[in-house]
């Protein structure tokens, strides 16, 4: 059974930084494309960032030079570095993984970006 598990979500401050994890168990990690993504009140949901295999990444283009995606295999488990956070950021952040036919998501973890 796959299950991923996000941690890290806080209140920050604009201009601060936040790391947040997802946990994998059930899959391992560097045979898929690890996802994240988040959805704010009253918007639909929004790709974040991905990686493959702990290399290959992608990036949404509102977190392009702000965030950083990237994976440790020996922990299952990948991470989202977050700088520079806007107002805008604050969302709740999901971990995704589709292992056709069927999709995976993590519960979410809560980030408020706020002064």
């Known amino acids: 059974q796959v299950q991923l598990v996000e941690s890290g979500g806080d209140l920050v401050q604009p201009g601060g930084s936040l790391r947040l994890s997802c946990a994998a168990s059930?899959?391992?990690?560097?045979?898929?494309?690890m996802n994240w993504y988040r959805q704010a009140p009253g918007k639909q949901r929004e790709f974040v960032a991905s990686?493959?295999?702990?290399?290959?990444?992608t990036y949404g283009d509102s977190v392009k030079g702000r965030f950083t995606v990237s994976a440790d295999n020996a922990k299952n488990t990948i991470y989202l570095q977050m700088n520079s956070l806007k107002p805008e950021d604050t969302a709740v952040y999901y971990c995704f993984v589709e292992w056709f036919p069927r999709q995976y998501w993590g519960q979410g973890t809560q980030v408020t970006v706020s002064s």
């Open positions: 990686i493959f295999n702990g290399l290959a990444t």
């Open positions: 059930g899959i391992t990690i560097s045979a898929f494309t």
